[in-house]
Nanobody, 122 residues
């Protein structure tokens, strides 16, 4: 079984910064593509950023030029550096990962974390 745990959320003023972390633990062979999503109250879950196993990244328009996604495969970690935060960024941020269970299995399962709350308010 694989667990994903987010951390780093909190209350920040507009214009401030936060760094979110996503830690993967459990028994698995490798982690493929990882993503950040967010869900604000009363809204659908939306994509924020993605990073592939070879480090390629892509962002939602709302995150471009403000957020940076990264990963440390040696630590089974993913990060989201968020700068110039706005009240509209207030949401629960969730990480998502495609995990290969064993070396002889040529497929991946998708796992989700429980999320970490980010609140941007003065």
């Amino acid at each position: 079984q694989v667990q994903l745990e987010e951390s780093g959320g909190g209350l920040v003023q507009p214009g401030g910064s936060l760094r979110l972390s996503c830690a993967a633990s459990g028994n698995f062979f490798s982690i493929g593509t990882m993503r950040w999503y967010r869900q604000a109250p009363g809204k659908q879950r939306e994509f924020v950023a993605v990073i592939s196993s070879d480090g390629r990244t892509n962002y939602a328009d709302s995150a471009k030029n403000r957020f940076t996604i990264s990963r440390d495969d040696g630590k089974n970690m993913m990060y989201l550096q968020m700068n110039s935060l706005k009240p509209d960024d207030t949401a629960v941020y969730l990480c998502n990962a495609e995990v290969r269970p064993d070396s002889w299995l040529n497929y991946e399962y998708t796992y989700w974390g429980q999320g970490t709350q980010v609140t941007v308010s003065s």
